[in-house]
């Protein structure tokens, strides 16, 4: 075995044991939440967690167990109906996260108020199951029906995954009242924002579209003042139906104030769009994962 053979291998075996140890972090995380915040307040906010709650209500079944009975046999389905790749996806979050939500089942509430419930509640889910997403895994459950619906049908997953945790929410609502399905509600919104910050970060960079007839200008005084790359794209003015320079760049929100003042003293009649990019990958920026830093040439 080559000397480059033996370093793919011990990358490959440390992402996959990285991989899964977030996973396992994210399951633990969603536990607390389940368990701290949103079971004691009688927050069913979708999928089989929501179910399990529900079923506990009305029969005593611990929610674990009917997680368990719920996850095993739909983890088959997603095999039959979405091979096998799909289904090793699922197996794992599958069967740890109602293990975790079983260890952890007998911590104490934290709080009885169900607005806070479901508002802390939401932020663990969103967290851990955002750890889970990251890994390239899933908890499986009813997402799994949601990929079948979107595989078969017109539905997209996640309106798949809405029409299910409606339900599950309208039945919560029958069981605990009204009020208790609304701070579902809360707490699916809450888990979704949770979900996108943890995958897409907090938006620490920043890219600025630049249309100028001093583009040249500005294209240099980016790449040596800056020290950041620029993108030249070609543009068709909708008015003026002359071609058009558009000059794309992504920087650190600290250079911000810098490169606006470069705009400003080479040609304040340029058109800037500046917005907020989550993730930036590549030289100069996050790497990727897995990658090493190499210099692109």
């Given at each position: 075995?080559?000397?480059?053979?033996v370093?793919?291998n011990?990358?490959t075996?440390?992402?996959?044991?990285?991989?899964?140890?977030?996973?396992?972090?994210?399951?633990?995380?969603v536990?607390?939440?389940?368990?701290?915040?949103?079971?004691?307040?009688e927050?069913?906010?979708g999928?089989?967690?929501?179910?399990?709650?529900?079923?506990?209500?009305?029969?005593?079944?611990e929610?674990?167990?009917?997680?368990?009975?719920?996850?095993?046999?739909?983890?088959?389905?997603?095999?039959?109906?979405?091979?096998?790749?799909?289904?090793?996806?699922?197996?794992?979050?599958s069967?740890?996260?109602?293990?975790?939500?079983?260890?952890?089942?007998?911590?104490?509430?934290?709080?009885?108020?169900?607005?806070?419930?479901?508002?802390?509640?939401?932020?663990l889910?969103?967290?851990?199951?955002?750890?889970?997403?990251?890994?390239?895994?899933?908890?499986?459950?009813?997402?799994?029906?949601?990929?079948?619906?979107n595989?078969?049908?017109?539905l997209?997953?996640?309106?798949s995954?809405?029409?299910i945790?409606?339900?599950?929410?309208?039945?919560?609502?029958?069981?605990?009242?009204a009020?208790?399905a609304?701070?579902?509600?809360?707490?699916?919104y809450?888990?979704?924002?949770?979900?996108?910050?943890?995958q897409?970060?907090?938006?620490?960079?920043?890219?600025?579209?630049?249309?100028s007839?001093r583009?040249?200008?500005?294209?240099?005084?980016?790449?040596?003042?800056?020290?950041?790359?620029?993108?030249?794209l070609s543009?068709?003015?909708?008015?003026?139906?002359?071609?058009?320079?558009?000059?794309?760049?992504?920087?650190?929100q600290?250079?911000?104030?810098r490169?606006?003042?470069?705009?400003?003293?080479?040609?304040?009649?340029?058109?800037?769009?500046?917005?907020?990019?989550?993730?930036v990958?590549?030289q100069g920026?996050?790497?990727?994962?897995?990658?090493?830093?190499?210099?692109?040439?």
């Open positions: 075995m080559t000397k480059h053979n370093w793919t011990k990358s075996i440390y992402q996959y044991i990285k991989q899964y140890l977030q996973m396992m972090i994210g399951c633990i995380i536990a607390f939440g389940f368990n701290l915040f949103l079971k004691p307040n927050i069913a906010s999928g089989t967690v929501g179910i399990s709650i529900l079923v506990q209500h009305v029969f005593g079944v929610p674990a167990i009917t997680q368990w009975c719920a996850n095993i046999p739909l983890i088959f389905v997603g095999l039959f109906f979405m091979g096998k790749k799909f289904a090793m996806r699922t197996v794992f979050g069967l740890v996260l109602p293990l975790c939500i079983l260890f952890t089942t007998h911590f104490h509430a934290l709080t009885l108020n169900p607005l806070l419930g479901a508002i802390y509640g939401g932020v889910s969103g967290i851990g199951l955002g750890l889970v997403f990251k890994s390239d895994g899933s908890t499986g459950g009813t997402s799994i029906i949601a990929s079948i619906a595989k078969y049908t017109a997209s997953i996640g309106n995954q809405g029409l945790d409606g339900s599950v929410i309208i039945c919560a609502g029958f069981v605990f009242g009020e208790k609304l701070y579902a509600i809360i707490s699916i809450i888990t979704s924002k949770a979900i996108d910050l943890i897409l970060g907090f938006s620490g960079s920043k890219v600025a579209f630049v249309i007839d583009s040249l200008l500005i294209k240099k005084a980016v790449l040596e003042d800056l020290n950041r790359g620029v993108t030249v543009g068709f003015g909708g008015y003026t139906e002359e071609k058009r320079t558009v000059l794309m760049v992504v920087m650190d600290s250079e911000l104030n490169f606006k003042t470069f705009i400003k003293n080479i040609d304040k009649d340029s058109f800037i769009i500046i917005s907020d990019t989550h993730e990958l590549g920026f996050k790497l990727y994962s897995g990658v090493k830093n190499k210099k692109i040439v």
